[in-house]
């Protein structure tokens, strides 16, 4: 649906004329669970727990997150992230057995301090956003999770103005990959699915998600290198939203 200008008019993004572009927030834009790792580290550390062991700790840790999260496991818990990291620790502990499982507050508490203070913006992330709504066209933040943690990340990297609408799961009931937040977005778009673009570090909740939905995909593969093949719900793949800019 054309709305507010000639088709003639229209940007052309890889070769497709683009209305929208719907874009993640974590690690997509904002470092965030890449930290994790050294998160955990500094954590262990900060509690003067055993090298030996809290190298141990952290890899269990690690593997949990992993099986924790998997395509969309325990969905409910992204609105309560530190009831879900008791649950990924005490499930660590277990396995490594040597801990006393009274200190499970303190170690989430202090991890998510610490993750929390290392949050950053990928190099490039601003000016690629700039030169996003420099085109005119729609922008719209789509991000699952709770809504003082999104908001206030968003509040931080002053990312606001960036965007037309933001969508943020704990706001509205439903979050990614489920099709209805993205025609959530497509309607506030006033754009057709062909017409839009969905950007985002997540194969499961970003692109899959937004292919669903008929939207094309860019998918951010930070690990990416040069063996690695397109996805087959990805119609685009680039190491880091910086890379968008050769094609705007």
Known sequence: MITWWD?????????????????????????????????????VEQLSIPENLGKEL???????????????????????????RKIIVSRSLKKV??????????????????????VHLFAGALETLQRMRDLDVHM????????EA?????????????????IIEGEVGFGKPSREIFERALSLASCNAK???????????????????????????TQMNSEDSLSEYADLMVPSISDLKRYL
């Open 7 to 43: 088709v003639s008019d229209m940007i052309r993004f890889n070769n497709i004329q683009t209305e929208a572009f719907f874009l993640d927030l974590d690690d997509t834009i904002l470092a965030y669970s890449s930290l994790q790792n050294e998160a955990w580290q500094k954590t």
């Open 58 to 84: 952290v890899k269990a840790i690690n593997e949990e997150n992993t099986t924790f999260w998997y395509r969309g496991n325990n969905a409910t818990y992204r609105l309560n992230l530190n009831e879900a």
């Open 97 to 118: 057995g040597t801990i006393d499982e009274k200190l499970i507050p303190e170690l989430v508490e202090t991890f998510s301090n610490i993750r929390e203070s290392m």
């Open 140 to 147: 719209i933040l789509i991000t699952n999770g709770a809504s």
């Open 150 to 166: 999104q908001r206030a990340k968003i509040k931080k990297f002053s990312l606001d103005g960036y965007f037309d609408h933001i």
């Open 195 to 221: 017409d839009a673009w969905m950007i985002g570090n997540d194969l499961f909740a970003d692109i899959e998600g937004a292919k669903g939905a008929g939207i094309n995909t860019v998918y951010i593969n």
